[in-house]
């Protein structure tokens, strides 16, 4: 499975940002797709995850404000990043279990398999 993420860029505070992630390979809509994102100095940590039946769950720092969607047509995972804060700045990378999670929404790193190369999102103050 090879996952290609795109729509990162520089942003004003308040702002908002959508992020797409495209799957390719052998992909199953029954596995779980998430987001995670990495500041410099920091480690990767969750953001958003969708599971198979679409089932979300979101990092409280995001609640509210960020919501995770999937397009299991297109084999597709979105982050719309809205109220954009200067502290979201960060390398967004989507991820893909290869286990099935219809139901259970996996938020730790260890469980995703698959993951895109990153894509820049700034939030200028």
């Known amino acids: 499975v090879q996952l290609q993420a795109s729509g990162g860029g520089l942003v004003q505070a308040g702002g908002s940002l959508r992020l797409s992630c495209a799957a390719s390979?052998?992909?199953?809509?029954?596995?779980?797709m998430g987001w995670f994102r990495q500041a410099p100095g920091t480690e990767r940590v969750f953001v958003a995850a969708i599971s198979g039946v679409g089932g979300t769950y979101y990092a409280d720092s995001v609640k509210g404000r960020f919501t995770i969607s999937r397009d299991n047509a297109k084999n597709a995972v979105y982050l719309q990043m809205n109220s954009l804060k200067p502290e979201d700045t960060a390398v967004y990378y989507c991820?893909?279990?290869?286990?099935?999670?219809?139901?259970?929404?996996?938020?730790?790193?260890?469980?995703?398999?698959?993951w895109g190369q990153g894509t820049q999102v700034t939030v200028s103050s």
């Open positions: 390979g052998r992909t199953s809509s029954s596995n779980a």
């Open positions: 991820a893909a279990t290869s286990a099935s999670y219809r139901w259970v929404i996996p938020s730790l790193r260890e469980r995703y398999n698959y």
